[in-house]
């Protein structure tokens, strides 16, 4: 669902309006003629810029870190990590989150109207990737006036984001830290996302991409797409340790189809809201954007050359339990950048919690971000 | 897709039609008043009847384990294990194997018709469960007039079987051999089918479980049921060196949702055929008998208690990689075991293909079966 988007540069429930003022060109080839960013900041950007942080969303997140969502009515994803006195300090840094283009929540997507004909895109939204959503927030970053971020932060699809910036514009990011996310989408990754596309698109009310057209929208496939998506974001541990085999509600199963677990009852409520709030044509093409993802690729096959030549500085962070994004893919970024001169420091946080630890209450996370962020803005001259 | 079924008792192209004749009380206290199996034999059995090796299938299995299948037209599911001087050796052994209850290759099973009305069950055929599925079977080697099983064998849910079979006629099981199985389905496999099903459910053409009657199939939907289930059938190590992020007949990526990835390629040719042997309705039930499985759960809560006393030999197989049924659900098993009089030998076999790694070319599995089989075989004096 769109969030209801008004004049550009200006400020709505979905933050504020960025309209990116020069036709806006796409790894693709293809051109945008007009489009905007919703972004949200938190805290206060200081006299010399020099302690702004862009923090970088994961797949079906948005805007919306701290504070309650205009949409959902809860609390941001990332407040576990992100506030007065936490790692990403609101007191001391200047925090900006966009929304990513291709999203739902005032960026413009598949959702949003073609200019060309006033019709909502559907399909005809030009693909977009990884390169492209850094890049419409490298324009948002010169329209807020900041030459180099202090940091670029993110976990998951956000984590790509973060370790894209720092391939693409590594003078303008001081430090990066890249969490829970690889440099490339990985072959079961890959798959996981088609199958959601494709329980999307066998969906009847997808019509095509055109639902908007037909007042209809393909809830039932992008429910279904989400409850497996879900599954990949927890371990079997976290799984067997919330849930295990208990029943919801009953005492025995009821020989049917009902959800007789609390997984069942779990997933389907996930699905079920996560519908509320996300749009499905942005699902198809944000997973396609992370599918695409491959730093190395672009870099003649060789993920250190994405890095040369690199001031910046790391923090790359795992969890032992993440299986869709393993420490595997974390080593490798690492390798990569011991290959450069940049300064990479490694963190693979025991955790039993699987890929959405880096949402949670994970105390070494809070203690490894909360150091490494301290230590760069103390070398800055940040003031604390 | 139900095969043709014509008389009772009768040779079809589903191999032989077994009718069980009296009412068939099931685990849910449904009867089923009417109830047939389907089943293939290989090899002879001897004199004494001492040679019967009963084979059960898993989820998506049937009958047809060796020789060219009826509806597919391609070779039988485990060829590589069973055959003339294969471990299953169809010169020493009498091989038997059932289409499950519940199944769609002859069996009774929801696309059955209701014996009352003349129509197609539909979901108001009953739920069964594992411990239903191995009572038919008990009553077909009933009526084949063995006494004693040689062995039971089988992978995934077709150990599960082998485990309830041990359970529930440990008199009649001389030895077992549970493969990459559990004596329990995870939370994370529940989920895993929920999804599934929710997937089928979507589907418009499923119409409450009404299909046949409405002239429909849901095969959008479990095309996308069969696309997930088989992610987690493999390894990340498997699709990773098996498809990778190689491109399917293309130089490039198209900046669009065709099938760009091999991955992606494989994965919807797999939902594609699927759909033409496997009815619907079935892999609802099918998957739900699996979610049910909870042996220790039977046997207040101590699956020690569910083998009490049993003189059968256990050889338990697991593989490396297999994070369906990893290697800690054998161990659970072999726990238990120890924890009783029973004989036990176990094996965690090194392999990078997952879950699926029990049907493919795997030379210790091979030896490991043919050696176990061989003793057990020898020690009952079945000539070799």
């Not at 504020?16 to 007009?34: K, Y």
């Not at 001081?174 to 989408?185: G, R």
């Not at 329980?199 to 037909?214: E, F, L």
Request: glycine share 10%.
């Amino acid at each position: 669902m769109t969030a209801p988007t008004t004049d550009p540069n200006t400020t709505t429930a979905s933050g504020t309006l960025f309209e990116v003022t020069e036709p806006f060109v796409l790894a693709s080839g293809e051109t945008l003629d007009r489009c905007q960013i919703a972004y949200t900041t938190y805290g206060t950007l200081n006299a010399d810029k020099s302690n702004a942080i862009l923090v970088c969303h994961a797949l079906t997140g948005d805007q919306h870190m701290i504070g309650t969502h205009p949409v959902t009515g809860k609390g941001g994803w990332w407040e576990t990590l992100a506030g007065p006195g936490k790692p990403l300090d609101t007191n001391r840094y200047f925090l900006i989150c966009a929304n990513v283009l291709g999203g739902c929540m005032g960026s413009t997507g598949p959702s949003s109207p073609d200019p060309k004909t006033g019709e909502i895109y559907g399909l005809s939204f030009p693909l977009v990737t990884i390169a492209d959503m850094v890049d419409a927030q490298a324009k948002l970053i010169d329209h807020l006036g900041i030459d180099t971020l202090l940091s670029v932060v993110g976990g998951s699809m956000g984590g790509m984001q973060v370790l894209q910036w720092a391939a693409r514009y590594p003078q303008r990011v001081t430090s990066a830290i890249p969490i829970a996310t690889a440099a490339k989408h990985s072959s079961q990754n890959i798959a996981f996302h088609e199958v959601g596309r494709q329980a999307v698109m066998a969906d009847p009310d997808w019509h095509g991409g055109k639902y908007a057209q037909q007042g209809t929208r393909p809830t039932k496939g992008l429910a279904v797409a989400r409850m497996g998506a879900h599954i990949t974001y927890m371990s079997d541990e976290a799984l067997q340790g919330k849930f295990g085999r208990s029943l919801q509600d009953r005492s025995n199963i009821s020989f049917g189809f009902d959800a007789d677990f609390q997984i069942e009852s779990y997933l389907r409520h996930q699905g079920m809201t996560f519908v509320d709030r996300f749009d499905a044509n942005s699902y198809l093409y944000v997973t396609r954007a992370m599918d695409y993802f491959d730093l190395a690729a672009d870099h003649d096959g060789v993920l250190a050359n994405a890095f040369s030549g690199a001031t910046t500085r790391f923090c790359v962070i795992s969890f032992t339990s993440d299986w869709l994004f393993p420490t595997s893919e974390s080593r490798a970024i690492v390798h990569a950048l011991n290959a450069t001169t940049a300064k990479v420091s490694f963190v693979e946080i025991e955790s039993s919690r699987g890929h959405d630890a880096f949402l949670l209450d994970e105390p070494e996370l809070f203690a490894t971000v909360h150091a490494f962020l301290s230590s760069v803005a103390d070398r800055e001259g940040i003031p604390s």
